[in-house]
């Protein structure tokens, strides 16, 4: 593990509040859930994610991975949902590196009487910025041309929960974007959680995404401990 990650683990530890008992009673998982808590994930690199918690309904957001990607925002939450703000960058399967500025959230669909089953679910919806490097082949003799690509848009998809039991959830999401210069993009992932306690959950995740500027796969595992 690298020393910006070691150190961003120890900035978020010893920054640490205390938790709300009522947020703890949310699952782990769920999005709009306010609490301070502290994450490693583990692909083919290594990611430390955490948020620290300003009272009951607004947290700030962070993460930082061995080669360098991160992400950096903030939470607000509404009696409709939470509202969140995000910019981050990641590396693209393509070799093109998306930058990413996005304002939206979750709201949970029961409060409109949709639950089905045991299933708790969520819109999300947002507006974003994204914008990255592709390359181009041309010429008869090849060579390659960097261009840069931007796009202003929107997105919106669904998260969805399904207890299982008090220690296991399977968790599924499902968002579409789209935006100006013919931009399309989407997301599909899945998993399933295990909360050994009531502040410490393992997860088996998979995710993929597919857009203009690339396609990205991940599948890892991670943990969580809450605060």
Do not use: C
Not at 161 to 168: E, T
Not at 181 to 197: E, H, I, N
């Amino acid at each position: 593990m690298t020393k910006p990650i070691v150190a961003a683990l120890m900035a978020l530890t010893v920054a640490a509040p205390a938790a709300y008992a009522e947020e703890r009673e949310k699952l782990a998982e769920d999005p709009t859930k306010i609490v301070t808590k502290l994450g490693l994930r583990l692909t083919d690199t290594a990611t430390v994610s955490g948020s620290i918690a300003f009272g009951p309904v607004s947290k700030i957001n962070a993460s930082y991975s061995e080669t360098g990607e991160w992400s950096l925002g903030a939470s607000y939450l509404f009696p409709f949902g939470i509202v969140n703000f995000a910019a981050s960058q990641r590396d693209l399967n393509s070799g093109v590196q998306q930058t990413s500025y996005s304002l939206g959230g979750f709201a949970p669909l029961a409060q409109f009487g949709i639950q089905p089953g045991n299933w708790q679910m969520f819109a999300a919806f947002g507006a974003n910025y994204t914008e990255g490097t592709v390359e181009l082949e041309h010429g008869i003799v090849t060579s390659l041309e960097e261009i840069s690509v931007s796009s202003k848009g929107g997105y919106a998809g669904v998260m969805a929960l399904l207890p299982l039991s008090d220690r296991w959830t399977l968790r599924g999401v499902a968002v579409v974007s789209a935006g100006s210069k013919d931009y399309r993009g989407y997301s599909l992932g899945g998993g399933v959680s295990f909360a050994a306690t009531k502040r410490d959950t393992f997860s088996i995740f998979a995710n993929y995404s597919d857009s203009n500027l690339g396609q990205r796969d991940v599948v890892g595992i991670s943990y969580l401990r809450e605060f």
